[in-house]
């Protein structure tokens, strides 16, 4: 019997690991630079929490949930996103009762059925940040200053930060009425879908990735224009402090998210070197999530990033290089006494912060040395009977091909000694 990995996800491993780790501890330093500290929540929540939190007439709400059979009497889902769960853990722990703002990011794996293609999967990664407590435009502007700043950190090039805002609950019912009109002349060009987001949610239809759509939402109404005076102050004052901290935009009065509880600003960075799927990062306020969560009224915004999204980048702009630690030494080893010295050294020499490799598959001599330069070890040696007997081994230098008599017992000085300019190679 053999298994398959399921349809839309991923197996990561071998040099790949070795990417995620150096991006995730990019964004762990750029966060720890903001003051803005981890936060794991469960891999599952209770369903409602998404259909509240997420939006009842959203993708994801409505296609893409993995609901748990029923263990008991909750009904759980994996989560799609991170933002709910954060918001509840908020409100939960009531962290509002500590001094704010709340800053708080997460790396963790999302779930969402949908169609598996290139930059989209069933289990994807969302590094994602929140930030809780402040109503004002500059607090915007830091969530998407965190975000640029990851960017930039990795070395992302040709990517576009989008901004817009939707304005508050009033702005939005205006603007779903100017919408509506619209789409309700040019109903019969769009697709089914967005026949019903039509009835249930016309901005949904500005999200729709239909090609004929894209085409008519082309002439909507820009909903800037239905911004009262207050929200178009708060949009005017994001574009100042973006300006003023040197980050780039553009106003786009199409972006309108996926998820329901965005009021007022909402932004993507945007590539177009990853094909179709070239949104890496999304994000915006959402002043009612807190509320509804059965929260006090908090302000918040957030962004999440698709982390697979950034690896395609990472992997196509040759951003980061794959090459992983050398190995310190390899012990080669003679016959059974000889490779229970090289076990019992290795095991001494790897406490001190050194890295072995010895041969755990009882290999000749020569395959053992043919492994040491396949993993590009620094230093080698042999240990037979004779090694042990005399207290003597050959160090060989692996890079220079040099090999010195050094003694057995004194391997780690000797070995500390020379690797510091080993290294340097
Ligand atoms: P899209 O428009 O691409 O479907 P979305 O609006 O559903 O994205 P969000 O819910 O805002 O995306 O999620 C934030 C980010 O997570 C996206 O910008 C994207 O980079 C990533 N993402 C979303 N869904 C997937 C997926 N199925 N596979 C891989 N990455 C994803
Ligand atoms: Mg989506």
Redesign the pocket.
């Known amino acids: 019997m053999t298994f398959k990995a399921p349809r839309g996800t991923k197996d990561i491993f071998g040099e790949d690991i070795f990417l995620w780790r150096k991006v995730e501890d990019i964004l762990r330093n750029v966060c720890e630079k903001f003051r803005v500290f981890e936060i794991r929540t469960p891999v599952f929540e209770q369903t409602e929490l998404f259909q509240r939190g997420v939006g009842e007439t959203t993708?994801?709400v409505t296609k893409e949930m993995y609901t748990l059979e029923k263990k008991g009497s909750e009904s759980v889902t994996l989560k799609p996103?991170g933002t709910a769960g954060a918001a509840r853990a908020f409100v939960e722990n009531s962290m509002y009762a500590d001094p704010q703002p709340t800053k708080l990011y997460y790396i963790t794996p999302?779930f969402?059925y949908?169609r598996p293609q290139a930059?989209?999967?069933?289990q994807?990664h969302?590094f994602g940040v929140e930030i809780f407590g402040s109503y004002d435009a500059s607090c915007d502007a830091e969530a998407i200053s965190i975000a640029y700043e990851v960017l930039n950190q990795i070395g992302i090039k040709n990517i576009e930060l989008k901004i817009n805002s939707l304005g508050g609950n009033e702005c939005r019912k205006k603007y779903n009425k100017t919408l509506k009109e619209f789409i309700g002349s040019n109903i019969e060009r769009l697709c089914d879908d967005c026949k019903e987001r039509f009835e249930k949610n016309p901005l949904r239809v500005l999200?729709c990735?239909n090609e004929n759509c894209k085409k008519v939402i082309d002439d909507a109404p820009s909903v800037i224009e239905s911004l009262d005076e207050e929200c178009l102050a708060h949009f005017e004052a994001l574009k100042k402090n973006l300006d003023n901290m040197g980050i780039p935009y553009i106003v786009d009065s199409k972006i309108v998210?996926?998820?329901d509880y965005y009021t007022r600003t909402v932004f993507?960075f945007v590539s177009n070197e990853i094909g179709s799927?070239g949104?890496?990062?999304?994000?915006g306020r959402y002043d009612n999530l807190i509320g509804e969560c059965g929260g006090p009224k908090t302000g918040a915004v957030g962004f999440?990033?698709?982390l697979?999204?950034i690896m395609m980048l990472v992997k196509s702009q040759g951003l980061i290089e794959t090459k992983g630690k050398d190995v310190d030494i390899y012990i080669g080893s003679i016959g059974d006494e000889g490779f229970l010295k090289a076990q019992a050294v290795g095991f001494e020499l790897r406490k001190s912060g050194i890295c072995v490799e010895y041969d755990t598959l009882k290999r000749s001599v020569k395959a053992q040395l043919k492994y040491a330069n396949k993993i590009n070890a620094k230093f080698s040696v042999v240990i037979g009977e004779n090694e042990i007997k005399t207290d003597c081994v050959n160090l060989k230098n692996m890079t220079e091909s040099k090999q010195e008599e050094i003694k057995l017992s004194s391997l780690k000085e000797e070995l500390f000694k020379r690797l510091g300019s080993a290294s340097e190679n």
Do not use: N, Y
């Open positions: 993708d994801i996103e999302a969402r949908e930059g989209r999967q069933r994807f969302q999200d990735k998210r996926g998820l993507e799927q949104t890496v990062c999304g994000g999440a990033m698709g697979e999204r």
